[in-house]
């Protein structure tokens, strides 16, 4: 299984930012699928769900409305779009098949 994030950033307050997550090793369009985030000093917090055929989506309450999850079953590939950035936001974005996570994207919030 390989799990590898990109797309994070620097972005001011109210910006937006796209991460992506290219998998391999494993059946990804049979799979279900999560984004997570380990703010400094904090555990790892779920952020987002998405089963295998990206119909069914879930979000934590701090997250609801500003971001959206989806996958492209053809390329592998899970996204993460989050929109209305806050400083609270900011944390190492991972994407994760079950307890299985990538190295990880890190996501900076800050004016």
């Known amino acids: 299984v390989q799990l590898v994030e990109f797309g994070g950033g620097l972005v001011q307050p109210g910006g937006s930012l796209r991460l992506s997550c290219v998998a391999s090793?494993?059946?990804?369009?049979?799979?279900?699928m999560n984004w997570v985030r380990q703010a400094p000093g904090k555990g790892l917090e779920w952020v987002a769900g998405?089963?295998?055929?990206?119909?069914?989506?879930d979000y934590t309450d701090s997250v609801k409305g500003r971001f959206t999850i989806s996958r492209d079953n053809a390329k592998s590939t899970l996204y993460l779009q989050m929109n209305s950035l806050q400083v609270e936001d900011t944390a190492v974005y991972y994407c994760?098949?079950?307890?299985?996570r990538g190295r990880g994207t890190q996501v900076t919030v800050s004016s």
């Open positions: 090793g494993f059946p990804f369009r049979y799979s279900h």
């Open positions: 994760a098949l079950g307890a299985i």
């Open positions: 998405i089963g295998a055929v990206g119909v069914s989506v």
